[in-house]
């Protein structure tokens, strides 16, 4: 039978992989919208290429460049973070023996270079 403690952890658990889905919700929405930014011409950008300062469109592209680069740093965070989540979801549904085993489990999903077996 599932204790009340391990209940409310598997809520918790829950309703932290809802954020991350969400997160990642917003990190695609986001990204779709530089590129949009960096890929579609604009009016300024035109005029400017038409008189010969192209300095504003090359700024655009590589401020772009960096925001999309960033995103996708910040998109592996969310990967990672999840595959933890779903690491310490995997021990809370499988009971293990002994309160130090647990704890043990606990320390290594936690850890920041855990790699599973």
Do not use: W
Not at 44 to 58: L, P
Not at 91 to 114: A, M, W
């Amino acid at each position: 039978m599932i204790g009340h403690n391990q209940v409310k952890l598997t809520q918790r658990l829950h309703v932290i992989r809802a954020h991350l889905l969400h997160y990642e919700s917003l990190l695609d929405n986001f990204k779709k919208s530089v590129e949009f930014v960096r890929n579609t011409p604009n009016c300024s950008t035109v005029h400017a290429q038409q008189n010969g300062m192209d300095k504003s469109s090359v700024l655009l592209e590589k401020e772009c460049n960096i925001l999309i680069e960033q995103i996708e740093r910040l998109e592996k965070g969310r990967q990672m973070q999840n595959m933890r989540v779903q690491n310490v979801m995997n021990l809370v549904s499988k009971p293990l023996i002994g309160e130090e085993g647990l704890l043990e489990g606990f320390q290594l999903t936690l850890s920041p270079g855990f790699q599973p077996r």
